[in-house]
């Protein structure tokens, strides 16, 4: 899997929207990148993943830049209780070896 | 909504007993998972399965053993427990294809 650097925490204004970047540079052709989130003492939440073309769903957008070297995912207007650990995994599509979380961005949303 | 339930949520043991952690998942997942997280650390990987009667050590190595007899079954059991396995233990599930993983809600081990 290709490695991913996360800032280890950001903070963002409730009502605003949460910018969180991920760096991939030696992500290969058949990767994809997935983001997922855990709020306090649950399990991961799967948000969003894409290859190349950006995304949007009901919880977020993800933004992959042409090289594909970096991504971000948008949460448009952030509440409270997006407050969570984010985490960018980079896998390709069918991968028979497990998923492994780095230590990802703590994002604080505030009042 | 992921159908994936972790029992018991909460489990308090004293050293040297024997306890097992119950994960099942309705969805018909061939790849199972099991995770450990000490507070405010990271995920680590203890085991997995690709499907039933397979079972496979993750990066991290733990003192607990798990088995897939069934589909949508993934125990873990502590033969005896010990303090210094006191965390959260997540379970979780994927498709064979893909990579969309599914989390229960994790079971926090107390060993006193």
């Known amino acids: 899997d290709a490695k991913t650097t996360q800032p280890p925490s950001m903070d963002c204004a409730e009502g605003r929207a949460a910018n969180l970047p991920c760096n991939h540079s030696?992500?290969?052709?058949?990767?994809?990148v997935y983001w997922y989130r855990q709020i306090h003492s649950q399990g991961p939440q799967y948000i969003i993943h894409g290859l190349k073309n950006n995304e949007t769903n009901e919880m977020a957008s993800l933004i992959i830049t042409e090289d594909r070297k970096s991504s971000t995912l948008i949460l448009p207007h952030a509440t409270l209780r997006d407050t969570a650990v984010y985490y960018c995994?980079?896998?390709?599509?069918?991968?028979?070896?497990?998923?492994?979380f780095g230590a990802g961005t703590r994002l604080t949303v505030k009042p | 909504e992921a159908d994936i339930y972790q029992t018991p949520r909460y489990l308090v043991i004293g050293t040297g007993k024997k306890i097992t952690l119950e994960c099942s998942q309705t969805?018909?997942?061939?790849?199972m998972y099991w995770y450990q997280q000490d507070p405010g650390m990271e995920l680590h990987l203890i085991h997995y399965?690709?499907?039933?009667?397979?079972?496979e050590k993750g990066d991290l190595s733990s003192e607990s053993t798990v088995s897939r007899i069934r589909t949508e079954h993934f125990p873990l059991t502590l033969e005896s427990a010990r303090p210094s396995h006191t965390s959260q233990y997540l379970c979780?599930?994927?498709?064979?294809?893909?990579?969309?993983?599914?989390f229960g809600e994790g079971s926090w081990l107390t060993v006193v």
């Open positions: 979780a599930s994927s498709k064979d294809t893909g990579n969309t993983i599914y």
């Open positions: 995994i980079v896998r390709v599509w069918i991968d028979n070896n497990d998923m492994r």
């Open positions: 030696t992500i290969s052709g058949n990767e994809y």
């Open positions: 969805m018909g997942h061939d790849k």
């Open positions: 399965s690709y499907g039933v009667n397979s079972t």
